[in-house]
């Protein structure tokens, strides 16, 4: 799939919403991927084209940072964090089992297109280790087995529901839309925050605490 005019288009909408141009060159790359899966050659020179940037300092960005993917992948990534704390709490024997269970490697795609499986760092979120992401959503507390049902029925193409977050897990294509800076209307759905990231607030009104004055003038 090539790029379209309406995706130039879209750009340049993006491109209105910064004072400085060059400043919407994240969402940009998001919206590349929300249309081919992946940022490609093609991507990263209209990019450049529409912000009067070289393809290298385009590409510099593109490479950079680990969300934007230089292939095409799967309908669903699927990462499996391997920081400190979920490493120990099992995350590297789930990492380990979904590359046999899939037939993949880090950062490939299964024959099918449907699963890309990448270990990653760490997601904010060691109240719940291990955790998982599909598509940037969060899947808490993991186990061996809960992770490959989980990509089996990503594979089925049966509806999936993260512990946090939307209600249904979307494509690849369409977060990154959404990351873009077009909202797909579900931001206030499902559960924000569970239980294990509430318990200090639980704790401190139990207490009576309160948040210290601030000094005179403080904001």
């Not at 950062?107 to 904010?124: F, P, Q, S, W, Y």
């Not at 206030?188 to 003038?217: H, I, N």
Request: some cysteine; overall charge negative.
């Amino acid at each position: 799939m090539s790029l379209s005019e309406k995706t130039r288009e879209d750009m340049r909408a993006i491109i209105a919403r910064y004072p400085e141009p060059r400043s919407a060159l994240l969402p940009m790359l998001h919206l590349c991927q929300a249309e081919e899966g992946f940022v490609s050659p093609e991507g990263v020179a209209m990019c450049a084209e529409e912000l009067g940037l070289t393809v290298a300092e385009v590409g510099a960005v593109a490479t950079f940072y680990t969300m934007y993917k230089r292939r095409p992948i799967g309908d669903y990534h699927v990462g499996v964090c391997t920081n400190t704390l979920c490493a120990v709490m099992g995350g590297d024997a789930i990492f380990s089992a979904l590359k046999e269970h899939l037939g993949v490697g880090n950062d490939e795609t299964t024959a099918d297109g449907k699963v890309t499986l990448e270990h990653i760092e760490c997601n904010a979120a060691c109240d719940f280790a291990p955790v998982m992401m599909v598509n940037w959503e969060f899947f808490d507390n993991q186990t061996i087995t809960s992770a490959k049902e989980l990509v089996d029925k990503l594979r089925r193409g049966d509806p999936v529901a993260p512990t946090r977050g939307a209600n249904r897990v979307c494509t690849w294509k369409e977060a990154s839309r959404v990351l873009a800076g077009f909202p797909d209307g579900r931001a206030d759905e499902g559960v924000s925050a569970g239980p294990a990231s509430l318990l200090g607030l639980k704790y401190a009104k139990e207490r009576g605490d309160r948040a210290p004055a601030m000094p005179d003038g403080g904001i």
